[in-house]
């Protein structure tokens, strides 16, 4: 069989998650390719998948508007399709939402695992480099992920175990989440849409590797004049930030010297929470 696996990522955690999934379902006997979401790549959309695996942070208890975009060009034609998740604390309705928007879609919703993992924003923007900050927030997150992906994957071939699978309830504790937390956090920070504008690069470590202008899933960072440039088409995934090879990009009085967070995939199939 013939898996896509789709996946938008920031920092890298569901990025680590699915080139591990990509190298269990390889080592299973699937035919596997992957491929990250992007403002670029939903121009050109593969659907020749039998199984379609769709990936995403959590981001204030909802998916990213550019993976609610992707369900809403595929063509399900009743194939399985399954989802990932990364979060930081809790995921809220975020899986239940891309499930009912796949269902729409005509696909068959057979599965669905969520990941606990370092929160990016937090580290950004609160932990100190090697501060004890930073090691309780990287020593947040699920443990034996390699196995939770290996009987993922094995459940894949479990048709009735799949035909199984129940919708996705709402999450109980939904009417606090939106009567107090919700609120607060637009109050603070609107969603992190405070900090659009302040994203920068230092002119004294930028080295215009153009690394943030190739790797910006919305396409929102060019280089003019010697400098690099941040628009306003920003969902603050802090892909930019975390990824820059020399440390370079900060939020503008908010991030500098704080950590800088680079998951990595390990040869034996798990995440270095680097």
Excluded at 54 to 81: C, S
Excluded at 82 to 110: D, P
Excluded at 116 to 128: N, W
Aim: proline share 3%; charged share 20%; glycine share 4%.
């Amino acid at each position: 069989m013939k898996t896509g696996i789709y996946y938008f990522s920031g920092a890298g955690n569901t990025e680590c998650i699915a080139k591990i999934m990509a190298e269990i379902f390889k080592i299973k006997g699937y035919s596997v390719f992957r491929k990250r979401i992007t403002n670029t790549s939903l121009q050109t959309i593969q659907q020749e998948y039998d199984i379609l695996v769709t990936g995403f942070p959590v981001y204030f208890r909802r998916a990213p508007l550019m993976v609610q975009d992707f369900i809403n060009r595929q063509a399900g034609h009743n194939r399985k399709f399954f989802t990932f998740c990364t979060k930081g604390l809790y995921s809220g309705n975020a899986a239940r939402e891309i499930q009912i928007l796949a269902k729409e879609r005509s696909f068959k919703c057979s599965g669905h695992l969520e990941f606990l993992m370092p929160g990016s924003d937090a580290l950004a923007l609160m932990a100190k480099k090697n501060s004890l900050t930073e090691k309780i927030f990287k020593s947040i997150h699920s443990r034996n992920i390699r196995k939770q992906i290996e009987d993922f994957v094995k459940s894949i071939d479990n048709n009735a175990a799949a035909a199984a699978v129940n919708e996705i309830k709402a999450k109980w504790y939904t009417p606090f989440d939106n009567g107090i937390i919700k609120p607060l956090e637009r109050y603070f920070t609107n969603n992190h849409q405070i900090f659009v504008n302040r994203f920068e690069a230092s002119q004294s470590s930028c080295n215009l590797c153009r690394h943030c202008v190739h790797n910006c899933p919305n396409a929102n960072i060019a280089i003019s004049d010697n400098r690099v440039l941040f628009g306003s088409n920003c969902s603050v995934c802090l892909r930019c930030l975390h990824q820059c090879p020399q440390e370079a990009i900060e939020i503008r009085n908010k991030t500098e010297n704080n950590v800088k967070y680079h998951p990595a995939m390990t040869k034996d199939l798990s995440v270095n929470f680097s």
